[in-house]
């Protein structure tokens, strides 16, 4: 069975700091890959999303960047964080299967918070 | 662009009754899919229940069912014999090409 991996689970972090945040996926092969933000009290914000190793494509312009290093890695950074960077950040894969396509499922999620 | 409203922030239900959550949707796409998801206290996201557009079948997943009116872009989602558990925040989403956008969520408190 699939499961995804995310951490760290929690951070706090200074305005102006850099960030990562990593996600892996366990049991699948060439996944498409998904980063989340959600804010409090509201839905979900998609904000990278990558079919492949190397390929990244940004919805949302701002100051985070997204890398895939491997197949079954996703990693979310950040060079200078800001206030408004602070949200639960959610990691997501779905199958590559066309039947199956618009699934995604799940990381546990980061709680971000930038004092 | 494709858009998702649940008009509905929050709900409550007495254990063992039947809940429906509304939600509508916008979307000049012919081919998608629609989904509710049920993100609990832990905040891990879940699939509950999807719906191919295609289908005029409505979906159903044990106590969960949608009703899906593809004219009126109206996908709602009832939840029989309620339970604790069920508690949560429902998200509803839409899927098209690449991009699933998902509703404001509807936080549903079932009550002992």
């Known amino acids: 069975s699939q499961t995804i991996h995310q951490w760290p689970a929690t951070l706090v972090q200074p305005v102006g700091s850099p960030l990562s945040l990593e996600c892996t996926v366990e049991g699948t092969s060439n996944p498409n890959l998904y980063w989340y933000r959600q804010a409090a009290g509201r839905g979900l914000q998609l904000l990278f999303y990558?079919?492949?190793?190397?390929?990244i494509s940004s919805e949302v312009p701002q100051n985070l960047s997204a890398s895939r290093p491997q197949d079954r890695q996703f990693i979310l950074s950040s060079k200078k964080l800001l206030l408004s960077d602070s949200g639960f950040y959610l990691c997501?894969?779905?199958?590559?299967?066309?039947?199956?396509?618009?699934?995604?499922?799940f990381g546990p999620g980061t709680r971000l918070t930038v004092t | 662009a494709q858009t998702v409203t649940q008009s509905q922030p929050e709900m409550s239900v007495q254990e063992a009754e039947t809940v429906t959550l509304s939600c509508t949707y916008d979307?000049?796409?012919?081919?998608?899919?629609l989904f509710w998801y049920k993100q609990p206290p832990s905040r891990q996201m879940i699939l509950v229940i999807r719906?191919?557009?295609?289908?005029?079948q409505n979906a159903t997943e044990n106590r969960f069912s949608v009703n899906f009116q593809k004219a009126a872009k109206s996908f709602s989602l009832k939840i029989s014999d309620s339970q604790l558990g069920d508690t949560a925040m429902y998200f509803c989403a839409l899927q098209s090409a690449r991009q699933l956008t998902f509703g404001s969520g509807t936080q549903l408190t079932v009550l002992p």
């Open positions: 719906q191919e557009a295609y289908k005029q």
């Open positions: 990558s079919v492949g190793i190397g390929q």
């Open positions: 979307t000049s796409e012919s081919n998608y899919y």
């Open positions: 997501a894969w779905g199958p590559r299967d066309r039947v199956l396509r618009g699934e995604q499922y």
